[in-house]
């Protein structure tokens, strides 16, 4: 065999190289995670729907629901997305007053959320549906209580970013990510919350 | 106390790098010593999986044998099982992704360094609860795909179909692969942002290494993967602890859901350990054929196939459950249908070897023994994919048989290539090839002596997971020759062992490129400093080393560095050197305290579960805020 035939090696053109930023890799690590989440929420729902009628001696949903108290609920968890956005563009735009007061807001909303879950699941544990009564309690409680954690959850990173910003300071150009990366799983822990309340509210009241 | 509380909050800042050595590995944040540590304690649970193994085979040696327990039995087929997949394979092909990932594509570190060191110490969190069971009240004993209602210990008409589950067994597995759950997928989305983000310029995504590409494409199947198996283990938590029925049918629940979870995330679980395998094996054939991999572009287009299709295919688990003609039918054919992508890496492994000056070195006779056991295992797994056949083979020893022969025939085989391969580069000294000889012989006779037979003993009817058999069946003789062979098998690998540790002690120093390589990771010293490159290369073609070794001087040409971003990259233009991340305690302490919710959560001690659960959290908080100033390291004299 003969040698082979040296060529001139040219470079693609590629521009400057300079390391991918924290902001860029942290977003695009929250995007990969939340696809993740897709597919947890897709097996909890998959379990739900499977479940759902096996509601044995316990309460029915059809019983159970009260449409207007979560209707009211789900308006609270859009807002909040609302303002989110606006405490974003705020930030975006270096309005430090005006961003703490959105974030304050959207926490708020979040935990009225979550607090209106409670009244819920308290109401209807005294009405007999505990986790244990059926499989359709089962399902509930766990599909349902998990959205609720994650929203807690988001309420916790909002509020970390808060302290954040008393303690270092307005957030600056260099720290604006970490308000996005978490602005991103609060809107799709919202997303998710009108895909459950599709299945498990709308559905369950007339099917 | 103060003290260490005051050394923590000094190494949380950076300020103290003179630490003792298990500090530095307690903290460490270095791709490459994480890659080491995930290395080392999946060899010791390999270790442990062999021994699991070599008691059930001492059993089923001679019939009516009473070497082990009945009991005892299922606790070894189950925790052999998931100790070989989750806490060997997986971690051992993680660990060679850590440490290869970021050289391949020419980056400094992965994209979240921290995160990483979480990853390892959540793995190695839960391998130590799920395998702290055997101390504490027995192993989980309902095999390792834990089907129900026998992991529940529900009562079905009258009779306990797992009595030995109300000891804990069941707890620490629910716990234990939750905790390597978490680390696992954690990897994953990190693997995933750092093939995207961070290859070194001219790196196009058509001229990443194949290795590198099948750890992307892992790493996908990861993160769609394991959700549902979280939300398995999370239903069959509430099932055992609350008291609730998922999987309980006498309360309405459907045993057959757990299934339909389980293998949504079981099938695919099967290609995160066959992946990283098929991307080893295509870096180490062409480089001893010394000829580029044949067909490329195919390679790369079968493995995104073979991991969409991996999510098509779960229900081939369960033909004989009673889906219906239909749906088995489909499943079937989708089954069938992941061989062709499959064939399609195999005659390009071939033709990359077809007239190339192949040097047969122990790491390239592993390749080639994977190529042939792969096809056993992969024509096997067509015959199993057929629903009438599956009928007769299922819960068989066919099966037993299918199963070694693509994950040790498959991927054992093309972690032992990677190790002689990678190895000298990791530890910066050869092993030794006449021992490596011995090993490979050793285990490809001593596997293929064990595990041929098993299809004999499932088509004479021996169903897997029997403790014992009578003596009239006729199937001793078949036992007696694996049995033999796991002894062969355990000689090879304690040869393998010896020269690990021969090679530590005095092996011969291997020097940045011991193999005439194609890739980055041969430009650098073995061992690789700690900063990977002085200088961040410029990749001009898919075997960058090659091509400048035949094309160029054969040294790399370095990228041009953003003016902006040069003091931080460009070793020669800032006078400190460059700039690494600090170590840090945090992940360690959050695996520390995940831990302690674990236990806590198997002996239903509540207040402490939460309080390790908020503990977690706040050194999470911790970890996402504390500014890592890092330091600088200069470039040792002579790298470029």
Partial sequence: MSAPEVRTLEATPVGPYRLPTPAENTKLGI?????????????????????????????????????????????????????????????????????????????????AFVGLQAVEFTTYVHRGLTPDASNFGASFFTLVGFHGLHVTFGVAWLLSIFIFVVRKGPLGPRDLWRLEAASLYWYFVDVVWVVIFTVVYLLGKVS | ?????????????????????????????????????????????????????????????????????????????????????????????????????????????????????LSFWLFLAGGLVLNSSWLLGGAPNAGWYNYAPINTGAVVHGVSLNPGSDTLGIDFYVIGLQLAGIGTLLSGINFVVTIINMRAPGM??????????????????????????????????????????FFDPARGGNALLWQQLFWVFGHPEVYILIMPAFGMISEVIPTFSRKPLFGYSSMVFALVVIAFMSFMVWSHHMFTVGMGPVVNSIFAATSMAIAVPTGVKIFNWLATMWGGRIRFTTSMLYAVAFIVCFVIGGMSGVMLAVPPADYQFNDSYFLVAHIHYVLIGGALMALFAAAYYWLPKITGRLLNERLG????????????????????????????????????????????????????????????????KRSAQHGELAGPDPWDGRTLEWSLPSPVPEYNFAEIPL????????????????????????????????????????????????PFVVAVALTVTAFAA????????????????????????????GHYVQPEEGAR
């Fill in chain 2, 437 to 500: 000889r011995w090993n490979f012989w050793l285990v490809f006779i001593g596997f293929n002596v064990t595990f041929f037979p098993m299809h004999f003993l499932g088509l004479m009817g021996m169903p897997r997971r029997v403790a014992t058999y009578p003596a009239n069946l006729g199937l001793g003789f078949w036992n007696t020759v694996s049995t033999v062979g796991v002894f062969i098998l355990t000689a090879g690998i304690v040869v393998f062992l010896y020269n690990l």
């Fill in chain 2, 602 to 629: 198997i002996f239903r001690v509540w207040p402490l579960a939460i309080l390790g659960l908020l503990a977690a959290f706040f050194a999470i908080f911790r970890l996402m805020y504390d500014h890592d100033p």
């Fill in chain 2, 204 to 245: 196009t995504p058509m001229r990443l290494p194949l290795f590198v590409w099948a750890s992307l494409i892992t790493s996908l199947i990861i993160v769609f993967a394991f959700p549902p198996f979280t939300i398995n283990l999370v239903l069959l938590m509430i099932d055992r602890m609350f008291g609730t029925g």
């Fill in chain 2, 1 to 117: 106390m103060a003290a260490a509380a005051e050394r923590i909050g000094g190494l949380a800042r950076g300020e103290d790098r003179s630490a003792s050595a298990v500090w530095s590995w307690l903290t460490t944040v270095d791709h490459k010593r994480i890659g080491i540590l995930y290395l080392f304690s999946s060899m010791i649970f390999f270790l442990f999986g062999g021994l699991e193994a070599f008691l059930m085979r001492l059993q089923l040696m001679r019939p009516d044998a009473h070497v082990v327990s009945f009991a005892l039995f299922n606790q070894l087929f189950t925790m052999h099982g998931l100790t070989m997949i989750f806490l060997a394979v997986m971690p051992m092909s993680v660990g060679f992704i850590n440490y290869m990932v970021p050289l391949l594509i020419g980056a400094r570190d992965v994209a979240f360094p921290r995160l990483n060191a």
């Fill in chain 1, 31 to 111: 995007w990969v995670w939340l696809a993740s989440d897709c597919a947890l929420f897709a097996a909890l729902i998959a379990t739900y729907v499977s479940m759902h009628g096996h509601v044995g001696h316990a309460p029915t949903p059809q019983q159970l629901f009260d449409l207007p108290l979560t209707a009211t609920a789900t308006f609270v968890l859009l807002l909040s997305s609302l303002t989110m956005g606006l405490g974003l563009e705020a930030a975006q735009h270096g309005e430090h007053q005006r961003l703490m007061r959105w974030l304050v807001v959207t926490m708020i909303l979040g935990l």
């Fill in chain 2, 539 to 586: 990749v001009r073609d898919r075997d960058p080393l090659f091509a400048e070794k035949v094309h160029g001087n054969g040294r790399l040409v370095p990228a041009q560095i953003a003016e902006a971003h040069a003091a931080e990259e460009h070793a020669s233009a800032h006078p400190a050197g460059i700039h690494v991340p600090n170590p840090t305690i945090l």
